[in-house]
């Protein structure tokens, strides 16, 4: 049982900011890669940026250099900076987890947060 709580949606103005945060509890025994995904109405759910346990991160080709992700081990969350948006950034966003179960065979279970809405208008 693994859950995730995600945080930080919103209106914003075009060329605003925006942190979004999502925290992941449950029964786990680690964390590995977590990242970030939107979807806006019509279209299919696309990655926005991920994070691995290493630290390395991915981001899509329309965010980069705009957006940035990171982590926080110790509190279990993962971040997304959100800077220069415009309204092609609308749509909700959900967080999502790689976990590895508390079992010998640690088993990989990837749970999806709930979504927020973000909303880029002026």
């Known amino acids: 049982q693994v859950q995730l709580v995600e945080s930080g949606g919103g209106l914003v103005q075009p060329g605003g900011s925006l942190r979004l945060s999502c925290a992941v509890s449950?029964?786990?025994?680690?964390?590995?890669?977590m990242g970030w995904y939107r979807q806006a109405p019509g279209k299919q759910r696309e990655l926005v940026a991920q994070?691995?346990?290493?630290?390395?991160?991915n981001y899509a080709d329309s965010v980069k250099g705009r957006f940035t992700i990171s982590r926080d081990n110790a509190k279990n969350t993962v971040y997304l900076q959100m800077n220069s948006l415009s309204p092609e950034d609308t749509a909700v966003y959900y967080c999502?987890?790689?976990?590895?179960?508390?079992?010998?065979?640690?088993?990989?279970?990837?749970?999806w947060g709930q979504g927020t809405q973000v909303t880029v208008s002026s």
């Open positions: 999502n987890a790689e976990t590895k179960d508390r079992s010998f065979s640690r088993a990989m279970t990837l749970t």
């Open positions: 449950g029964s786990f025994f680690s964390i590995n890669a």
């Open positions: 994070i691995t346990s290493f630290g390395n991160t």
